[in-house]
C-alpha cells in the first residue's frame, strides 16, 4: 500500500519560514509527479504546487509563486516544500499528493497523506 | 485559470436516498475531472477520475458522469458511511483548481 508521510509543521510567526517533508514509500517514487494541496481551518481544498517526476518542472498556484519552492530527492523518495515569507493566509494543513500516472506531470490524484498542520501566527 | 463550481455547497439526506452533486467548470476540461471525499479530520480519499472511472476500491453505489463544462457525482443509495465533503477537481491545465464542496448531512 503506497504511504505518505508528511512532516515539518508547527507554529512560525508572520514572515518566517518553514520546510515540509514528505516521505513515500511502497511506490516507486521517481516516477510519477507529485504535489502539495492545502486546506485552511474550515475552508476547501486549494492547489498548491506540483513537481514532475524528474524534478525538472515546478507548477506552482498564484497564491504561492516566488515565496514557496517544491523539490524532491528521488534518492531519499522526499518530497519537500520550501515556504518562506510566510503569511496569516497561509495557515493550513498542508497535504503531498501523488499523480495516478507515471511520467508526465498534470495527472490526477490516487494518494494522499495525512497532512501536516502549518500556524502562522505571532 | 479554470474556476469550479460545485452545486449545491450542502445537502441533506436520508440513507437509502439517491444524491447527485454538480461541477461546472469556467472553459471545456475535456473529462480531466475527478472527484474526492472527504470525512471530518481525516485526508480527502480519491473516488474517481476521468469524470467517469472509479478509483481501485471505490464501490459501485459512486458514479461520475460529464464533458466539456458540465460534470455529475452521483451516489445510488446513500449510506452512513458516505456523509462527508464531496469535492470536485479539474487537472486539465494548470493551475490544478477545486470546487468549493459539497457537505452531504444526514436528515
Known amino acids: 500500500e503506497v504511504q505518505l508521510l508528511e512532516s515539518g509543521g508547527g507554529l512560525v510567526q508572520p514572515g518566517g519560514s518553514l520546510r515540509l517533508s514528505c516521505t513515500a514509500s511502497e511506490f516507486t517514487f521517481s516516477i510519477y509527479a507529485m504535489n502539495w494541496v492545502r486546506q485552511a481551518p474550515g475552508k476547501g481544498l486549494e492547489w498548491v504546487s506540483a513537481i514532475s517526476g524528474s524534478g525538472g518542472s515546478t507548477y506552482y498556484a498564484d497564491s504561492v509563486k516566488g515565496r514557496f519552492t517544491i523539490s524532491r530527492d528521488n534518492s531519499k523518495n522526499t518530497l519537500y516544500l520550501q515556504m518562506n515569507s510566510l503569511r496569516a493566509e497561509d495557515t493550513a494543513v498542508y497535504y503531498c499528493?501523488?499523480?495516478?500516472?507515471?511520467?508526465?506531470?498534470?495527472?490526477?490524484?490516487?494518494?494522499w497523506g495525512q497532512g501536516t498542520l502549518v500556524t502562522v501566527s505571532s | 485559470d479554470i474556476q469550479m463550481t460545485q452545486s449545491p455547497s450542502s445537502l441533506s439526506a436520508s440513507v437509502g436516498d439517491r444524491v447527485t452533486i454538480t461541477c461546472r467548470a469556467s472553459q471545456g476540461i475535456s473529462n480531466y475531472l475527478a472527484w474526492f471525499q472527504q470525512k471530518p479530520g481525516k485526508a480527502p480519499k480519491s473516488l474517481i477520475y476521468a469524470a467517469s472511472t472509479l478509483q481501485s476500491g471505490v464501490p459501485s453505489k459512486f458514479s461520475g458522469s460529464g464533458s466539456g463544462t458540465d460534470f455529475t457525482l452521483t451516489i445510488s443509495s446513500l449510506q452512513p458511511e458516505d456523509f462527508a465533503t464531496y469535492y470536485c477537481q479539474q487537472y486539465n491545465s494548470y493551475p490544478l483548481t477545486f470546487g468549493g464542496g459539497t457537505k452531504v448531512e444526514i436528515k
Open positions: 499528493a501523488k499523480d495516478r500516472v507515471g511520467g508526465n506531470s498534470g495527472w490526477d490524484i490516487d494518494y
